[in-house]
């Protein structure tokens, strides 16, 4: 079989599975669709991610509360890239954004860094109670 005909083989196969989580809403902070396709459809892996998500999102947000005295903000830059990276993994879009707004407001030394800061603590604040809705906790 050619490589053309091996990667359109391999590539129809790949289809998005029906929704696993029926009780997510149509505007969820998570694209249920984006993370079908990154996990292939594996529905233990998508909880997994999404818990893992979750995880480094509280570790973030807690990081920044306990760290917010001015400085060197080379370590803000960091953790706002990872949990830019890590948000558009999962599909948790809004949050990308905002992770990467606040990003680029540290790096041009932005004096609305701050308030880009709290629109993207409201951003995972909605994510986490998407995904705690998810996964079958409280929300």
């Known amino acids: 079989m050619g ?6 083989s391999t590539f129809l196969d790949c289809k998005a599975q029906p929704q696993p ?3 997510a809403e149509a505007e969820s902070p998570i694209d249920l669709v984006h993370l079908s396709r990154q996990t292939f459809g594996d529905h233990d892996l998508e909880r997994e991610l999404l818990a893992l998500f979750d995880a ?3 570790h973030f947000v807690d990081r920044l509360r306990a760290d917010s005295a001015p400085g060197d903000a080379d370590w803000r830059i960091g ?9 558009r993994a999962i599909g948790a879009f809004e949050v990308g954004q905002a992770a990467e707004a606040y990003e680029w407001a540290l790096r041009g030394a932005d004096p609305k860094a ?4 709290g629109t993207l603590g409201a951003a995972i604040a909605r ?12 929300a």
């Open 3 to 8: 490589m053309a005909k091996l990667a359109e």
């Open 21 to 23: 989580f029926p009780q």
């Open 56 to 58: 480094q999102a509280g």
């Open 79 to 87: 953790l706002a890239h990872t949990i830019k990276g890590s948000a």
């Open 114 to 117: 701050a308030e880009k800061a």
């Open 127 to 138: 994510a986490r109670a998407a995904i705690a809705v998810l996964l079958g906790g409280a």
